[in-house]
């Protein structure tokens, strides 16, 4: 009979369990908390959009068919928010160091109150791993069309092609939070140009909402809206902000962005 395998006294556990921890917790994946865009406050019932994004932190290429997904951890009942679960797109891939981001729709509980809203990465194996998003919770109660004088606003990010060529035309996109007690409707904000203000350098000077739409506050306000290169190569400045119809501007700039703009020839 073979003798039993025999460890040194300072070993606390069989050499072949240290090898299979480590190994093990080598290949695990990871994932670190990034950003998120979340409302502060809803109506009940209401359907909303929110974003979420995630690194990929680990050795793995997250996707649909290696059973990573986007899970809940409080509250675990997908009849709070109507989901517990986000899948990848099927033709999404995720690998090591890239970004991860889920933009999903949810719907409010009807009874009022404050609920939790904390997610996590997922895989059917391993379970929850990595980090999750800031604890965070989301009032649900009826909001009063407020339209006082608290106005405030703060930038949170916006896309913008850094080279252009003279007189074509491309898309933008400006995204706002509305941290005043003001609804933002097409009666009383929009969007204006700064840097100088109202310039008409990108060809519009301001942005209006839509007749009926509405940003409640703390929700948010993606402006989308098509700019033409001005007609001479140089660099020029981007900016925007928000304002009040007859009166000034509040909340945050944009950042300002130097574009340049090209001709065939300076290219």
Same mark, same amino acid.
């Given at each position: 009979?073979?003798?039993?395998?025999?460890?040194?006294?300072?070993?606390?556990?069989?050499?072949?369990?240290?090898?299979?921890?480590?190994?093990?917790?080598?290949?695990?994946?990871?994932?670190?908390?990034?950003?998120?865009?979340?409302?502060?406050?809803?109506?009940?019932?209401?359907?909303?959009?929110?974003?979420?994004?995630?690194?990929?932190?680990?050795?793995?290429?997250?996707?649909?068919?290696?059973?990573?997904?986007?899970?809940?951890?409080?509250?675990?009942?997908?009849?709070?928010?109507?989901?517990?679960?986000?899948?990848?797109?099927?033709?999404?891939?995720?690998? $090591? &160091?890239?970004?991860?981001? +889920?933009? #999903?729709?949810?719907? !409010? @509980?009807?009874?009022?109150? *404050?609920? =939790? /809203?904390? %997610?996590?990465?997922?895989?059917?194996?391993?379970?929850?791993?990595?980090?999750?998003?800031?604890?965070?919770?989301?009032?649900?109660?009826?909001?009063?069309?407020?339209?006082?004088?608290?106005?405030?606003?703060?930038?949170?990010?916006?896309?913008?092609?850094?080279?252009?060529?003279?007189?074509?035309?491309?898309?933008?996109?400006?995204?706002?939070?509305?941290?005043?007690?003001?609804?933002?409707?097409?009666?009383?904000?929009?969007?204006?140009?700064?840097?100088?203000?109202?310039?008409?350098?990108?060809?519009?000077?301001?942005?209006?909402?839509?007749?009926?739409?509405?940003?409640? $506050? &703390?929700?948010?306000?993606? +402006?989308? #809206?098509?700019?033409? !290169? @001005?007609?001479?190569?140089? *660099?020029? =400045? /981007?900016? %925007?902000?928000?304002?009040?119809?007859?009166?000034?501007?509040?909340?945050?700039?944009?950042?300002?962005?130097?574009?340049?703009?090209?001709?065939?020839?300076?290219?």
């Amino acid at each position: 009979m073979l003798d039993t395998l025999r460890f040194p006294q300072h070993y606390s556990m069989p050499l072949f369990l240290l090898m299979f921890f480590f190994f093990s917790n080598s290949s695990m994946a990871q994932s670190k908390f990034l950003s998120q865009l979340v409302p502060d406050l809803v109506n009940p019932g209401e359907t909303f959009k929110v974003v979420i994004q995630f690194k990929n932190t680990s050795t793995q290429t997250w996707n649909s068919s290696s059973s990573y997904t986007l899970k809940a951890i409080s509250p675990l009942s997908k009849k709070v928010w109507g989901k517990q679960q986000i899948s990848f797109p099927q033709s999404a891939h995720v690998p $090591p &160091g890239e970004t991860a981001s +889920f933009v #999903f729709t949810l719907t !409010a @509980p009807q009874q009022s109150g *404050a609920y =939790d /809203f904390n %997610w996590r990465m997922h895989h059917r194996s391993q379970g929850g791993f990595g980090e999750s998003n800031p604890s965070t919770q989301i009032q649900v109660g009826r909001r009063a069309a407020v339209f006082s004088d608290d106005y405030d606003s703060e930038f949170i990010a916006q896309s913008i092609d850094q080279v252009m060529m003279v007189n074509e035309n491309y898309e933008v996109s400006v995204i706002y939070k509305n941290t005043g007690n003001t609804i933002w409707t097409a009666r009383n904000v929009f969007l204006m140009s700064r840097n100088p203000p109202n310039n008409l350098t990108w060809l519009v000077d301001r942005i209006d909402f839509s007749e009926k739409e509405q940003t409640q $506050p &703390g929700s948010f306000k993606t +402006f989308k #809206f098509i700019i033409r !290169a @001005p007609s001479e190569a140089d *660099a020029y =400045d /981007f900016q %925007w902000k928000m304002s009040r119809k007859n009166r000034d501007s509040f909340g945050e700039k944009t950042d300002n962005k130097s574009i340049i703009v090209h001709t065939q020839d300076t290219l």
